[in-house]
């Protein structure tokens, strides 16, 4: 069964503050790991997909890296707007077409 | 529409009662998928469609749960004999199918509850 953790779950920063969220992961083949954004009432937005360790994908201020274990979002300068909760999900060998998501880290820019 | 909508929004129901959720995915999507996501937790998987086929119903969580897409395209979640432990968020989401099943567009949700 595939299963994501993802640490911690609520961060609060100061603006300009950089940090990193984590996302433990365990699959069966991976197929790809994914990150989310999710605003309040809204759906998750995507934002990266990640398919082999070694890889990194950069979007503005955010940059995930993949090793074999974990995945990890890297903040840049963060701004108030970059507030949201951060899904990581990941579609593992046995389990085509169904993600599997973590809890979720609560992101809190303070300016 | 641009994007995948769902309705209704909001459904109050009393126990025992069925429900249907509608879902009309981003035009052209070839994938549909209905996930359920508790307060403060990630979305759970229920089951997903290729086209009209329905490739995996192993998230749903008993026979009171199905899920339909006859044409290919608008899909309906009808849960039977609605319990309060149903009570959630049903969320939506469709896929191209061509950038990989992980690039999904999820749509507002319905938020369902039951008393």
């Known amino acids: 069964e595939d299963q994501v953790t993802q640490s911690p779950e609520a961060l609060r920063l100061q603006e300009g503050e950089s940090s990193s969220l984590n996302c433990s992961y365990t699959v069966s083949g991976l197929r790809g790991l994914f990150w989310y954004r999710q605003d309040p009432g809204k759906g998750p937005e995507f934002l990266f997909t990640?398919?082999?360790a070694g890889e990194e994908k950069e979007k503005e201020r955010l940059k995930a890296t993949l090793t074999k274990k974990e995945s990890f979002l890297h903040i840049t300068a963060p701004k108030p707007e970059d507030s949201a909760t951060y899904l990581c999900a990941v579609e593992g060998g046995t389990s085509y077409g169904k993600l599997t998501f973590g809890q979720g880290t609560i992101l809190t820019v303070h300016p | 529409g641009a994007g995948v909508s769902q309705s209704p929004r909001y459904k109050v129901t009393k126990r025992g009662q069925d429900v249907a959720l509608r879902c009309d995915p981003i035009s052209g999507h070839v994938s549909l998928y209905w996930y359920r996501q508790a307060l403060g937790q990630g979305p759970e998987f229920l089951t997903y469609?290729?086209?009209?086929?329905?490739?995996?119903k192993s998230g749903l969580p008993n026979d009171r749960f199905s899920a339909e897409r006859p044409e290919g395209s608008i899909s309906t979640l009808t849960i039977q004999r609605t319990e309060q432990r149903d009570s959630a968020m049903y969320r939506c989401?469709?896929?191209?199918?061509?950038?990989?099943?992980?690039?999904?567009?999820f749509g507002e949700g319905s938020r369902l509850t039951v008393l």
């Open positions: 469609f290729n086209y009209e086929a329905q490739q995996d």
């Open positions: 989401a469709s896929s191209s199918g061509q950038s990989g099943v992980g690039e999904l567009f």
């Open positions: 990640l398919y082999s």
